[in-house]
């Protein structure tokens, strides 16, 4: 059997973590903005239509795989540019706190720096194992 760090758990406790605000914020465009009402948002800031349903599709499957742990720092590395284009195309006009009017950039920010340490961690404990290929990673002496 093999023991399991404390590092193994707070890499699960924050890939379930994002994986369930992905999951949150794409139902949200999906269920309450609607995909229209996503892409009239999204040509509102001069992107493509596409770039909407990219987005949505991103949040809810990315989300799936960081919640089952499967090519966690791939999807990691992949959804980073959501939240990038949060900051930068959306909320950084704003100010730095999302408290806001329109929200600020620091909670998609911070959001975006432990996509990172994520990456950096790896899957964690209780994941699905994911393909040498997709891991992002070495293979290991033991494999």
């Not at 890939?15 to 949200?28: D, E, N, P, Q, Y």
């Not at 999204?42 to 960081?66: C, D, H, K, M, N």
């Not at 994911?130 to 002496?141: S, Y």
Request: charged residues 10%; neutral net charge; glycine residues 12%.
């Amino acid at each position: 059997m093999t023991n399991t760090s404390n590092a193994d758990y707070a890499a699960l406790i924050l890939r379930v973590s994002l994986g369930v605000l992905f999951i949150a914020h794409g139902a949200l465009k999906l269920f309450v903005f609607t995909p229209a009402g996503t892409v009239g948002f999204f040509e509102s800031l001069g992107l493509p239509a596409i770039f909407a349903y990219l987005t949505i599709l991103a949040e809810l499957g990315g989300g799936a795989a960081l919640i089952a742990g499967f090519a966690t720092r791939l999807v990691s590395i992949a959804t980073l540019p959501i939240l990038l284009g949060a900051v930068f195309m959306v909320h950084g006009a704003n100010g730095w706190l999302y408290t806001n009017p329109n929200g600020g950039w620091e909670f998609p920010a911070f959001w975006a720096v432990t996509l990172v340490v994520q990456a950096l961690l790896g899957d964690g404990a209780y994941a699905l194992k994911t393909p040498r290929l997709l891991a992002l990673q070495p293979a290991t002496a033991s494999e």
